[in-house]
């Protein structure tokens, strides 16, 4: 832009001889240069630039008289003035628009002396006015846009951060409720082995050796798991004195969700049978966490709890078919913790919305937990 503004400026002076810029060409060569080169930097040092260029400008409009001045000047000032309201900074921003106001109406007054016509001062400063406060606005903009960015990343930040902490309080919780099934387990092997120990017949000293480390192995087993497993528990979450729930208790379940005023049909597709305590467990805790997400998101709605006893894997589908009215502000925590219990059998879960509705399908393979 500002080669542009200086080519045609010289061009003016050198080829045409246009009276706007005066009769002495070698002064008007440096006005050209002067009013319109800084141009390039206004965007870095705008104040400087805005100086220089109304300088330029005032002895053009000094050096054309009585004739109108140059148009390329007072373009080149018209952006000097936009980028000291788009770019000044601090207290730049606050003084340089006064102090080139009064260097422009002095320049001005002095160009009226010399014979230029009054005409040309009130637009003048209109424009320029009008420039900077375009500016101002556009600066605006630019400082919100910033501001509004720098907000979203920081709400992104802490998105991801909640998310990892509800990873953990999931891990923990999932950890705390397996803690129970498998020290059930264990201590069952441990009792297994000494009931074993008690009916042999004979000496048999290797056999007797062998259930004797198992029991032993299996009781200290028990006993570290308590001890590592255990401080997961909080002081608030009680001793685990009942049995741990299983899909065998979706009826009690799907009973307490109508009460709270959710209608639930129960489908169970497949022949039911009995799974791993802790696959067991899982699968209840998806079911019960989808539920209680429907009552409290998916406002006036009925929902259809679907069980498929598949020979391989178990599948879980609550749908429901409000619109989301519900007063609930959701975070996105119960669907992965979901997630969390679904991977740890190495499944799948999904969760979106389609045609029937808001829909959570988990699939647990009836295999090792991962």
């Known amino acids: 832009m500002a080669l542009l503004l200086a080519a045609t400026s010289l061009g003016g002076i050198l080829v045409?001889?246009?009276?706007?810029?005066?009769?002495?060409?070698?002064?008007?060569?440096?006005?050209?240069?002067?009013?319109?080169?800084?141009?390039?930097?206004?965007?870095?040092?705008?104040?400087?630039?805005a100086v220089i260029v109304l300088a330029a400008n005032g002895g053009c409009v000094i050096a054309a008289a009585p004739h109108q001045a140059a148009f390329q000047p007072f373009v080149a000032l018209t952006l000097a003035a936009y980028s000291v309201g788009s770019r000044a900074e601090g207290r730049s921003a606050a003084l340089a628009p006064p102090a080139l106001a009064a260097i422009a109406a002095a320049f001005f007054v002095a160009a009226v002396v010399h014979g230029q016509s009054r005409g040309n001062v009130v637009p003048s400063f209109v424009w320029l006015a009008a420039a900077w406060a375009m500016g101002r606005v556009v600066r605006g903009w630019r400082r919100r846009s910033a501001e509004l960015e720098l907000l979203n990343r920081e709400l992104e930040e802490q998105r991801e951060l909640q998310a990892q902490a509800a990873v953990a309080v999931e891990r923990g919780r999932i950890a705390r409720e397996l803690h129970d099934v498998i020290a059930h387990n264990v201590?069952?092997?441990?009792?297994?082995?000494?009931?074993?120990a008690r009916v042999l017949k004979g000496e048999q000293v290797d056999v007797r050796a062998a259930l004797e480390a198992i029991e032993t192995t299996?009781?200290?087993?028990?006993?570290?798991?308590?001890?590592?497993?255990?401080?997961?528990?909080?002081?608030?979450?009680?001793?685990?004195?009942?049995?741990?729930?299983g899909l065998a208790d979706l009826e009690k379940l799907v009973a307490?969700?109508?009460?709270?005023?959710?209608?639930?049909?129960?489908?169970?597709?497949?022949?039911?049978?009995?799974?791993?305590?802790?696959?067991?467990?899982?699968?209840?805790?998806?079911?019960?966490?989808?539920?209680?997400?429907?009552?409290?998101?998916?406002?006036?709605?009925?929902?259809?709890l679907t069980v498929r006893y598949e020979p391989t894997a178990v599948e879980i589908e609550?749908?429901?078919?409000?619109?989301?009215?519900?007063?609930?502000?959701?975070?996105?925590?119960?669907?992965?913790?979901?997630?969390?219990?679904?991977?740890?059998?190495?499944?799948?879960l999904d969760a979106g919305r389609t045609e029937r509705g808001w829909v959570v399908r988990a699939r647990l393979p009836l295999g090792r937990a991962t």
Do not use: F
Not at 18 to 46: F, I, Q
Not at 187 to 196: C, D, N
Not at 324 to 337: M, Q, V
């Open 318 to 348: 609550v749908c429901d078919d409000g619109v989301g009215s519900g007063n609930g502000a959701g975070t996105g925590h119960g669907l992965i913790g979901m997630r969390e219990r679904a991977a740890l059998w190495g499944g799948r």
């Open 16 to 49: 045409n001889g246009e009276p706007s810029w005066g009769a002495n060409r070698p002064l008007a060569l440096v006005l050209a240069l002067a009013s319109t080169v800084p141009v390039a930097w206004r965007a870095r040092w705008p104040v400087p630039a």
């Open 256 to 304: 307490n969700v109508r009460e709270a005023g959710l209608p639930v049909e129960l489908r169970v597709v497949g022949s039911a049978r009995s799974l791993p305590p802790a696959l067991d467990l899982t699968a209840y805790r998806i079911v019960q966490e989808a539920l209680t997400n429907a009552l409290k998101h998916a406002g006036p709605a009925r929902a259809q």
């Open 187 to 196: 201590s069952m092997i441990v009792v297994q082995a000494g009931a074993a």
């Open 218 to 245: 299996g009781r200290a087993t028990v006993d570290e798991m308590r001890r590592l497993l255990g401080v997961l528990r909080q002081s608030d979450d009680g001793l685990a004195l009942s049995p741990q729930p």
